[in-house]
């Protein structure tokens, strides 16, 4: 089990797709029934409702101000990255977090860190598969995207790529799997892993997509 807490704050932002920021969190939900310690909220730049893809509107459980304590930051991919990029709000946020915080991110989310310069030199990853937009002459599929934004990090098309602090995880439901590599970093067994797995009903998926994690400079 987990020598201490862990906390893991997921950034909500207009537009930001929804199983982005959900999946991890879900997974962070099933696995306190097992190990108190650990958590997850949301946070985003004031308190107020935050209206994410589709309409679903979400209330933060902290806002920027609040400056709570956190072992992990998130940051979901959405069509609302695309603005992100340009928050200089955000950007400050993430400069000014302790070193020891990870930051990690699911889908388009690494555009962010790749625009910030942190993933120059390191690996990461983003989503593949193209929506009919992205796959049209007018678009770009985004981890074609992300090779443009961050020209000094290096690709991969691993589901998740852990570089040290920065962990960064495919298309959308590779949330799931980066839930799951956030217990292996918060200390917690592979014995854990799969009983919260075996809990969600999602222990085949976990299977096809336990090793498919990259570990860059370590």
């Known amino acids: ?29 099933v696995a306190r029934r097992f190990e108190p310690g650990l958590d997850a909220f949301l946070i985003a730049d004031s308190m107020r409702p935050v209206q994410t893809q589709a309409g679903m509107t979400v209330w933060p459980a902290y806002s920027f101000a609040d400056q709570p304590d956190f072992d992990a930051f998130l940051i979901p991919g959405g069509f609302g990255t695309r603005q992100e990029l340009y928050n200089g709000r955000l950007h400050t946020y993430i400069n000014n977090l302790p070193q020891e915080v990870l930051l990690t991110s699911v889908c388009t989310g690494s555009w962010i860190y790749g625009a910030m310069g942190l993933l120059d030199g390191l690996a990461a990853t983003n989503r593949k598969e193209p929506d009919r937009l992205e796959a049209s002459i007018m678009g770009q599929v985004p981890i074609d995207r992300l090779a443009d934004i961050a020209p000094a990090c290096r690709i991969s098309r691993a589901r998740v790529v852990d570089s040290g602090r920065l962990v960064t995880a495919g298309g959308i439901a590779s949330g799931m799997e980066l839930g799951f590599h956030l217990l292996r970093r918060a ?24 090793n498919d994690i990259e570990y860059f400079g370590q």
Not at 187 to 210: C, H, K, P, Q, W
């Open 187 to 210: 200390g917690l067994g592979e014995d854990f892993i799969n009983e919260v797995a075996r809990t969600m009903e999602y222990s085949a998926a976990y299977e096809t997509y336990r």
């Open 1 to 29: 089990m987990a020598n201490k807490g862990f906390r893991l704050g997921i950034y909500v932002f207009k537009d930001a797709e929804i199983i982005d920021y959900a999946a991890p969190f879900g997974v962070f939900s």
